[in-house]
Antibody, heavy 122, light 107 residues
Framework: QVQLVESGGGVVQPGRSLRLSCAASGFTFSTYGMHWVRQAPGKGLEWVAVVSYDGSNKYYADSVKGRFIISRDNSKNTVYLQVSSLRSEDTAVYYC???????????????WGQGTLVTVSS | DIQMTQSPSSLSASVGDRVTITCRASQGISNYLAWFQQKPGKAPKPLIYAASSLQNGVPSKFSGSGSGTDFTLTISSLQPEDFATYYCQQYINYPFTFGPGTKVDIK
């Protein structure tokens, strides 16, 4: 069965960096795009970034553009999110999510990981 | 960016009630609309995609409808396990955006 397991979260000072990982199993990882979505404590869901199946295309939310980098290693079935220049407003649970394709070829989420908490605090 | 709104923001209902949640997009998104259920401390669970298609394993008491800018999620007979927060999300283009959520709690 599909499993997505995030790791790498923790407490980090403002301005510092962290690398989040999401290890995938149970599907052919190299054929699906992967996303990161975050949720600040007590708040709603915010889409963060997507990387295409082969890593060639990446898109970001304006709130993280220039500070976060999404990447993937298909040999390790893992997607990463390098989070840099962290701010207090980046404090959130970060989820990775797998894409699936609908009949028109548009991409929706069909599986989510359990999330990893990033706390930005001095 | 496409803005998503939901109404109501919260509702109280009883077991067995029929519940309807509304989602509106700031511009037409055809049927590229998904619904998620989230319980406290848990990851969102996908319920519906393409406005009305059930994800694998989701019971048929959940149904979705709509196209363009206006969408609904209906739970036909609310059960104790359905008390949660529900989010809609558009996926017609980036950035994907979510509604603010509708919290369904016990009356």
């Amino acid at each position: 069965q599909v499993q997505l397991v995030e790791s790498g979260g923790g407490v980090v000072q403002p301005g510092r960096s962290l690398r989040l990982s999401c290890a995938a199993s149970g599907f052919t990882f190299s054929t699906y795009g992967m996303h990161w979505v975050r949720q600040a404590p007590g708040k709603g869901l915010e889409w963060v970034a997507v990387v295409s199946y082969d890593g060639s295309n990446k898109y970001y939310a304006d709130s993280v553009k220039g500070r976060f980098i999404i990447s993937r290693d298909n040999s390790k079935n893992t997607v990463y999110l390098q989070v840099s220049s962290l701010r207090s407003e980046d404090t959130a649970v970060y989820y990775c999510a797998k894409e699936e394709y609908d009949s028109d070829g548009y991409r929706f989420f069909d599986y989510w990981g359990q999330g990893t908490l990033v706390t930005v605090s001095s | 960016d496409i803005q998503m709104t939901q109404s109501p923001s919260s509702l109280s209902a009883s077991v067995g009630d029929r519940v309807t949640i509304t989602c509106r997009a700031s511009q037409g998104i055809s049927n590229y609309l998904a619904w998620f259920q989230q319980k406290p401390g848990k990851a969102p669970k996908p319920l519906i995609y393409a406005a009305s298609s059930l994800q694998n394993g989701v019971p048929s008491k959940f149904s979705g409808s709509g196209s363009g800018t206006d969408f609904t999620l209906t739970i036909s007979s609310l059960q104790p396990e359905d008390f949660a927060t529900y989010y809609c999300q558009q996926y017609i283009n980036y950035p994907f955006t979510f509604g603010p959520g509708t919290k369904v709690d016990i009356k």
